[in-house]
């Protein structure tokens, strides 16, 4: 699973984060949606939906190449001798084992604890996937996000330093998502729709959108101080 980090509230960070009056314009500009149509989105925009998507019927299960392309719209780059492996060699076929035992259309706040666990399938794909050159926890996390979009997230440094570096993501994430009747995952979902966004686009999706775009200007890397994410927008 994604890295350790400095426990946080993450599910009140998240609660900050998707209530504040920026985010329904943050999603506008991502997607190109409102009153930002007709301006040119973020690529990460067609990160889903290229090539109809990593979960359609045909290849839900195989690593593609509209699956390399999705993941560069999201600025990382799979090697060539991986990503050759990944569609034409033996680590494509264990991936393939792997997320036919990961269901798709299932989203993370209705999963079992299990299906994100330790030894689950989703975590032994995410390790095998780090262990390729030069294939980091960033990287493995946008993959997986692309062939299981609604059960895995995309998950990145400055995500992570916005959540306050989370322990467990995916479990943490969960957890928060079910908070109070499932307060924060239905915000989600009215994100979606007050932004004018696909209901194609996952609630995941939204959520990292959000939280991206909230700290992305801010973020300095390895010495970024964090984001409080109560302080009053700017």
């Known amino acids: 699973m994604p890295p350790a980090g400095t426990p946080g509230t993450l599910a009140e960070r998240l609660h900050a984060l998707v209530s504040a009056p920026r985010a329904v314009d943050d999603l506008r500009s991502y997607f190109g949606t409102g009153p930002h149509t007709g301006t040119t989105p973020f690529t990460g925009s067609r990160f889903e939906g290229l090539g109809g998507g990593g979960e359609r019927s045909d290849t839900a299960c195989k690593i593609t190449a509209d699956d390399l392309v999705a993941v560069q719209m999201l600025s990382v ?9 990944l569609l034409e060699g033996g680590l494509g076929q264990q991936i393939e084992d792997f997320l036919r035992q990961i269901p798709t259309g299932l989203d993370l706040v209705d999963a079992e604890p299990a299906r994100i666990g330790k030894g689950s399938p989703a975590d032994r794909a995410w390790h095998l996937l ?29 995500v992570r330093c916005a959540l306050g570096s989370p322990s467990r993501f995916w479990h943490d994430l969960r957890v928060a998502l079910r908070a109070e009747d499932r307060a924060i995952h239905r915000r989600l979902l009215e994100l979606r729709t007050a932004a004018g966004v696909p209901d194609t686009v996952s609630a995941l999706r939204v959520c990292d959108v959000v939280v991206w775009m909230r700290h992305r200007g801010d973020h300095t890397s390895r010495k970024c101080p964090g984001l409080d994410p109560s302080a009053p927008d700017e």
Do not use: M, N
Request: hydrophobic letters at 40%.
């Open 77 to 85: 780059r799979i090697p060539a001798r991986t990503a050759l492996d």
């Open 130 to 158: 780090v262990t390729q050159p030069k294939v980091g926890w960033v990287t493995a996390s946008k993959l997986l996000a692309r062939k299981r979009p609604r059960s895995l997230p995309v998950y990145d440094q400055v």
